[in-house]
């Protein structure tokens, strides 16, 4: 994945605001250490930005 790609979460992931479902969109926002970890942007079902493991996503269907 590359930054500002549309990914999906594939499983729920729980930031410090709250839970954001399976199937939430969002958007890459940073990679660490060569896509072993995600920082994704979601706008829906709230604001948050999450550390994500690059098994809870998926690119984002159009």
Known sequence: MEELT???LSKP???????LPAG????VVGIYRGGAAYEV??????????TVMPDAIRHARA
Not at 13 to 19: H, I, L
Not at 24 to 27: D, P, Q, Y
Not at 41 to 50: G, M, N, Q, Y
């Open 6 to 8: 549309r990914v999906e």
């Open 13 to 19: 992931v729980e930031p410090e605001d709250g839970v």
């Open 24 to 27: 939430s969109v969002g958007t």
């Open 41 to 50: 942007e979601f706008a829906k079902p709230f604001h948050a930005v999450a």
